[in-house]
């Protein structure tokens, strides 16, 4: 016995504009200064890829700082990036290999952090960042 063909639908999928949620933010191409004022929190990423990868930390305007940017750092293949001179605020995290053959980039989304505690994540490259709590 044969089975019958499946129905099928004359349906067309057309591409949907993705909106870029900085893309209003007048902070997003800014540096964050060397010096930041204001109550220092401490962040540990920890990437188990088995390369070195690039990682950046954004300080979203609107918070209790006066400033708002991000800083970008390297972290090396299986290590731990300790960072503990930031502010208390709400921060995106994104990790990425810029490798065309290995690449990936995830992010944490924004996590508010505040100085009750060593904000801890990890990277899953194919993933997300996520709070290891």
Same mark, same amino acid.
């Given at each position: 016995?044969?089975?019958?063909?499946?129905?099928?639908?004359? %349906? /067309?999928?057309?591409?949907?504009? /993705?909106?870029?949620? +900085?893309?209003?933010?007048? !902070? %997003?191409?800014?540096?964050?200064?060397?010096v930041l004022t204001g109550q220092k929190i401490k962040i540990r990423i920890y990437s188990p890829v088995d390369k070195?990868?690039?990682? #950046? %930390?954004? $300080?979203?305007?609107?918070?209790?700082?006066?400033?708002?940017? +991000?800083?970008?750092?390297?972290?090396?293949?299986?290590? /731990?990036?300790?960072?503990?001179? $930031?502010?208390?605020? !709400? +921060?995106?995290?994104?990790?990425?290999?810029?490798?065309?053959?290995?690449?990936?980039? %995830?992010?944490?989304?924004?996590? !508010?952090?505040?100085?009750?505690?060593?904000?801890?994540?990890?990277?899953?490259?194919? #993933?997300?960042?996520?709070?290891?709590?």
């Amino acid at each position: 016995p044969t089975p019958p063909p499946l129905p099928t639908l004359d %349906v /067309t999928a057309s591409p949907m504009a /993705t909106a870029n949620p +900085y893309a209003n933010d007048p !902070c %997003v191409n800014q540096v964050l200064p060397d010096v930041l004022t204001g109550q220092k929190i401490k962040i540990r990423i920890y990437s188990p890829v088995d390369k070195t990868i690039n990682v #950046s %930390v954004y $300080l979203q305007n609107g918070g209790t700082q006066s400033v708002c940017g +991000y800083r970008s750092y390297v972290l090396p293949a299986g290590e /731990t990036l300790a960072i503990n001179d $930031l502010v208390v605020g !709400c +921060y995106s995290i994104w990790a990425w290999d810029p490798d065309p053959k290995d690449y990936f980039m %995830v992010t944490n989304g924004t996590t !508010c952090m505040n100085d009750s505690q060593v904000w801890k994540f990890d990277i899953f490259p194919n #993933s997300s960042i996520k709070l290891n709590k």
